[in-house]
């Protein structure tokens, strides 16, 4: 069942795109605090990631070893198919084996490819399954528009991403691995009696910058992924479809240099795990409207096959049918009833004790139970102040697109609801305080 459901996310994933990715111009920085789009050029247009990719088969790595599933010292082994990846590799030969540790550094120093597909098949059995995988991720991530089929980036035409994408994913590696991401820092190291060398020149050279990544093949030009520090300020930035290197480091100097100043002081990462875009979303009120596109659709069926949370992505628009009636629907482009009007459906769990006092709001998920399960988590987290409150769901239609409110309630005065929030800002939840509808 489990190899069905994600041979499903893929096809689901690959079929809502169906406009051809091209070595087209996109740019934007981000505000690592907030979340702000500081500057932008094509922010959403589809390009091939190259080998930005390996940031997902990064993020994936650091999970599976913050499971206990892998240590920096497991074995990672070198099937045929892996040792014939093409280059840029660590030439390791078929049957051999190295550490997490040295195919990590590999993939950010020299961006390996045999590495990239001896770690996903380590991880997933298979490139393709881990792939697979990797897609998923990136939807949980609130990553709407990234497809993923290989491990490494080289080329593929279904591979894709967005400049936006890509921000958000270099915002979970910051947030999400503070320790690990230090690797990004890294500029050179040794394997077996050789002095590897990286590749990503301005780091090298522009102060505060302390990774990410770097890209290209011929479909996708130039790319670079960029995260810098300037005092109490964090940002990342994005260049894709660069004609050169130089020239897109050049845009990458001009792009963080002219905008990083309007960065915000702090020390707290996003805490929610997408862009501005998605963060609107979770962050719903009642008169905010909410674009449904058809890929957005595909996505959230895509979250109901994996049964996994949303919280605070792109994927809080859905069908409501089951997989099967919604992944039809899409297929067909059939219209959606009623696409101006906003309707409520349901009212799940305690529904009454929205009707009194205030409520506070953490995200908006793709099914009921999705949303009660983001509910449940953040009891078991916060504890004390929300282990006997109510939970309150509600389903609400926008543009032909269901999506579900996840809200705490009963709480007698704002000032209690506000403290509430408090604690659940300080665990990176999203929390918006409202007064109750009678």
Not at 170 to 198: C, H, M, Q, V, W
Not at 314 to 341: F, I, K, R, W
Not at 392 to 402: F, H, K, N, Q
């Amino acid at each position: 069942m489990q190899k069905l459901l994600i041979a499903l996310s893929f096809f689901l994933a690959i079929a809502s795109f169906s406009t051809t990715a091209s070595a087209g111009s996109a740019q934007l920085l981000l505000d690592a605090h907030t979340g702000e789009v500081l500057a932008s050029e094509n922010p959403d247009s589809l390009n091939h990631p190259a080998s930005l990719t390996k940031m997902m088969t990064l993020y994936m790595t650091f999970e599976a070893i913050r499971r206990g599933e892998l240590s920096w010292d497991s074995r990672v082994p070198f099937s045929k198919y892996a040792a014939s990846r093409p280059p840029t590799k660590l030439r390791v030969k078929a049957g051999d084996a190295i550490t997490v540790k040295e195919a990590v550094l590999g993939l950010i120093v020299q961006s390996a490819n045999d590495a990239a597909a001896a770690l996903a098949e380590k991880l997933g059995g298979s490139e393709s399954a881990f792939a697979a995988e990797m897609t998923r991720k990136a939807r949980a991530l609130g990553m709407a528009r990234t497809v993923f089929v290989n491990a490494s980036g080289l080329p593929d035409a279904r591979q894709i991403t967005t400049a936006r994408d890509m921000s958000t994913l270099g915002i979970a590696l910051l947030r999400d691995f503070p320790e690990e991401y230090k690797l990004f820092n890294t500029k050179s190291f040794a394997f077996r009696g050789r002095t590897i060398n990286g590749h990503n020149n301005l780091m090298y050279r522009y102060k505060g910058m302390d990774g990410i990544k770097t890209g290209y093949t011929n479909a996708s030009g130039f790319n670079l992924v960029s995260a810098v520090r300037d005092g109490n300020r964090r940002v990342i930035g994005v260049v894709m479809g660069g004609r050169s290197a130089a020239s897109r480091d050049k845009i990458m100097e001009k792009l963080i240099a002219g905008n990083i100043a309007r960065a915000s002081g702090g020390t707290q990462l996003l805490a929610s795990n997408s862009t501005r875009v998605g963060m609107d979303l979770a962050r719903l009120g009642d008169n905010v409207p909410v674009p449904a596109p058809r890929q957005d659709a595909v996505a959230a069926v895509i979250g109901l096959a994996s049964a996994s949370p949303v919280a605070a992505s792109t994927l809080g628009t859905a069908y409501a049918q089951p997989v099967e009636v919604a992944a039809a629907a899409v297929a067909s482009d059939v219209a959606p009833l009623n696409p101006q009007a906003e309707l409520p459906l349901a009212k799940t769990a305690a529904a009454t004790g929205a009707a009194r006092g205030w409520q506070i709001q953490i995200a908006a998920a793709s099914s009921a139970e999705l949303a009660m399960d983001l509910l449940a988590d953040a009891k078991a987290k916060i504890g004390g102040a929300l282990a006997d409150r109510d939970t309150y769901t509600e389903a609400v239609i926008r543009d032909g697109s269901t999506f579900y409110r996840a809200r705490f309630t009963g709480f007698a005065s704002k000032t209690e609801a506000r403290s509430v929030c408090d604690q659940l800002v300080k665990n990176r939840y999203d929390c918006v305080l409202m007064p109750a509808r009678g």
